[in-house]
């Protein structure tokens, strides 16, 4: 009777490990911690993160082929429920998809239509509540508190590069515009990730949002009443780089003008290092911005590409030229 008492109790301390195992080990494919890794790579380099039914695949022009999803939700990313996106992927019709996207190439039947391709290794299919990748399964509601959980991190650019002209400036601006200043959040410690070297950098630095209202527009698609959450890090001015010469820049934090609440300021934005998140950055701290009053300018005294420029009309006429 003691045996068989002793039997039992391992018995069921073998099945209680293996529920455990169970829990956090898939039965078969990929690992979890393998799965979790394929999704954060997923997730950092994708432009669009989206919930969708494929309803039908076509063959391109050029011979790829390419499917249609539509839109059932936008995780991460600019698109719309409901929309219909093309994607150069082979996916399954009725297939239910949690698709990791980037700007893809022209699809050559379907002009005007959005065109993206995945950026995983293989589709994440989406069955009731679980998402089916690499043989393995796990929870799409844990999934998405993980993507959650990364958007903390503020993706950033790696380096940060100055300009000694106003043309070097303008092209390596994405968007420049006239705006107002509207609210500036107090300095607070805000972790970063960025790309240096081939590797991935995470680092904390005191930062700031602050909110722009767009009135007029010299470069880029920001239109009249756009709002822009701008990231001011004063501490990137210590490390910034000569965009012609690669050479380091010593600049300090005493050579950036101030954002006030109500100023209207020329802004001079870099591209959106992730265009999942929403904040923007200046090109750098130093020639992100000069101030405008009643068209006259106040630029930096560091900042050399504007020297010269002491009005608006003058710097906005040569930067259309």
Known sequence: MKNKHITIITLCAVCAVALVIGMIVPVSGVTGEKFLSDVRQSYRSASLVVSGICEDTLAGGDGSIVSRVRVDEVIAGRAEKGQLLQIKDQLEQGNEYLLYLSNGDEVHFA?????????????????EDN????????????????MAE??????AHGAVYSYDDIN????????????????????????????????TVEKTAPASVVTLTVYGSVKGALGYGSSVQLMYVPQSVGGMTD???LEPVSRSEEDIIELTEGDTYLFFLADDPDAKQDYTFPVNPIQGWVKVENDMLAASDANAALAGYDTLPQLISDMRK
């Open 168 to 199: 070097a400036l303008k092209e390596a601006s994405e968007s420049i515009f006239i705006g107002r200043v509207m609210s500036v959040s107090h300095l607070k410690n805000t972790r970063f990730r960025s790309q240096e070297g081939g590797s």
């Open 131 to 146: 998402v089916e990748y690499g043989g393995s399964t796990h929870s799409l509601e844990d999934i998405i508190e993980d």
């Open 243 to 245: 965009g012609a010469t």
């Open 150 to 155: 990364m958007d903390k991190t503020v993706t």
């Open 111 to 127: 002009e005007d239509q959005h065109r993206y391709v995945s950026v995983s290794a293989e589709p994440f299919v989406i069955v």
